[in-house]
Antibody, heavy 119, light 110 residues
Framework: EVQLVDSGGNLVQPGGSLRLSCEAS????????MNWVRQAPGKGLEWVSA???????YYVDSVKGRFTISRDNSKNTLYLQMNNLRVEDTAVYYC?????????????WGQGTQVTVSS | QSVLTQPPSASGTPGQRVTISCSGS????????VYWYQQLPGMAPKLLIY???QRPSGVPDRISGSKSGTSASLAISGLRSEDEADYYC???????????FGGGTKLAVL
């Protein structure tokens, strides 16, 4: 069974750091484009970052220089290192296996992990 | 402000057909595949349409997607109460080398 389990969300003060994890089972994470997508309270979905199967990385402008996406192939796990967190980063963060440039039916999402940035 | 424009709300009665639009530009919808997601309250998004108009297995054929130029549409026919949810379009945007989501459309089944 294919499954993604998000974890690592927490309450953190502005300027603080968190590392989110997304453990995959039932498929090999490194062969997919893996994404982080967030949803602020009462708002829509916002794509945050992606890492391609070749290791190329992409970020939305608002997190460039603060967030880093990576993966550990031996652990079949995706990460999002978030530094210098801002109040506006408060959201549920989902990891997702989703390729955007090919017509593929594969689409796997984690259950989401809550990140709250507040003093 | 989302790069892809969707109506904030849509509604219909059971059995009706509703259409949700998604407007973009030449750098996103105009040259890349469109995806549609359904999100129920408190749940992760679920893929409804990939590759502009393809349905994953398990998605009923009363749900369809289309694309023309820089716009796309999601159509739901034979509307049912369980279709009440938020719907999002998404696509790759070449101008920013990133993914664009629409602002979402809340569908009410009256």
């Amino acid at each position: 069974e294919v499954q993604l389990v998000d974890s690592g969300g927490n309450l953190v003060q502005p300027g603080g750091s968190l590392r989110l994890s997304c453990e995959a089972s039932g498929f090999t994470l490194s062969t997919y484009t893996m994404n982080w997508v967030r949803q602020a309270p009462g708002k829509g979905l916002e794509w945050v970052s992606a890492i391609g199967s070749g290791g190329e990385t992409y970020y939305v402008d608002s997190v460039k220089g603060r967030f880093t996406i990576s993966r550990d192939n031996s652990k079949n796990t995706l990460y999002l290192q978030m530094n210098n967190l801002r109040v506006e980063d408060t959201a549920v963060y989902y990891c997702a296996a989703q390729t955007w440039t090919k017509a593929t039916t594969d689409s796997y999402w984690g259950q989401g992990t809550q990140v709250t940035v507040s003093s | 402000q989302s790069v892809l424009t969707q109506p904030p709300s849509a509604s219909g009665t059971p059995g009706q057909r509703v259409t949700i639009s998604c407007s973009g530009s030449s750098s996103n919808i105009g040259r890349n595949y469109v995806y549609w997601y359904q999100q129920l309250p408190g749940m992760a998004p679920k893929l409804l349409i990939y590759g502009n108009n393809q349905r994953p297995s398990g998605v009923p054929d009363r749900i369809s997607g289309s694309k023309s130029g820089t716009s796309a549409s999601l159509a739901i026919s034979g509307l049912r109460s369980e279709d009440e949810a938020d719907y999002y379009c998404a696509t790759w945007d070449d101008s920013v080398s990133g993914v664009a989501f629409g602002g979402g459309t809340k569908l009410a089944v009256l």
